[in-house]
């Protein structure tokens, strides 16, 4: 990664007005929360079609559970890194039409973003299966970590389910919906720790492209679309973003 590539990315985040961010697992490493698919992530430990599909939770919620106790006490321990404070700090800016993220770790709104579109659901919210109560916040989720799986309703005894999506659920409604729209206003995309391998999620800074913005990605390692970036960052999300993105 070269220092002219670093100064031109910093100059067309100056230049640009509505700016977006497409956010994968890669923002939240320097928060101690690993890729799930990288060496030493949960699905190295976990298969993810045992433990974390739509059909398997509703055969046996234990099981995710079980490996939700575990992510419960990565998720709980994780602060915003820099990476997340160089996006809040852009957004106080003016500049952000909005934060796509693949994340369940709420930290982009920890860190102080509001306009956080969460393809992939909030691991920090839970609903019941029963009577659609909703728990939001760490309570169920330090019940989880104290080993109370599954958990169940306080009102109804029905079971709780994250909002985190399974494999083979539905995206959360809206989102996806919403996350086009935030494409199609961009003049910039960031792609900022996605691999850029789950699909339709992985289309949309080609989408933004399409509508006219210019791509700027940051990824520690090659993506399956880095022809769509025009400046390509190589290198970790929290030391990079704060380079390019203009302190207050």
């Known amino acids: 990664m070269s220092i002219d590539a670093i100064e031109k990315a910093r100059k067309l985040i100056q230049k640009s007005q509505k700016i977006s961010a497409f956010t994968g697992a890669g923002i939240s490493v320097d928060s101690g929360i690993p890729d799930f698919r990288s060496e030493g992530g949960l699905w190295e430990r976990y298969d993810p079609y045992e433990y974390a599909t739509y059909d398997g939770f509703l055969s046996d919620p234990s099981k995710f559970w079980t490996m939700g106790q575990e992510l419960a006490e990565v998720i709980l321990k994780a602060d915003p890194n820099p990476a997340h404070d160089a996006l809040a700090t852009l957004e106080k800016s003016g500049k952000i039409v909005g934060i796509i993220t693949q994340n369940i770790d709420n930290l982009h709104q920890r860190a102080g973003n509001s306009h956080v579109i969460e393809l992939h659901g909030n691991y920090l919210k839970a609903y019941c299966m029963k009577c659609k109560k909703e728990y939001v916040g760490e ?82 390692e090659g993506t399956n679309r880095d022809g769509v970036a025009d400046i390509l960052l190589r290198g970790r999300a929290a030391k990079i973003l704060p380079e390019i993105i203009p302190k207050e």
């Open 139 to 220: 309570t169920i989720h330090r019940r989880v970590a104290n080993g109370d799986i599954p958990p169940y309703c306080d009102e109804c005894d029905g079971v709780l389910k994250s909002e985190a999506i399974l494999f083979g659920e539905p995206l959360p409604e809206n989102a996806m919906a919403n996350a086009i729209e935030v494409c199609k206003k961009s003049d910039l995309m960031l792609v900022i720790g996605t691999s850029l391998q789950v699909y339709p999620a992985a289309y949309l800074p080609q989408l933004a492209k399409n509508n006219g913005a210019k791509v700027i990605l940051v990824n520690l």
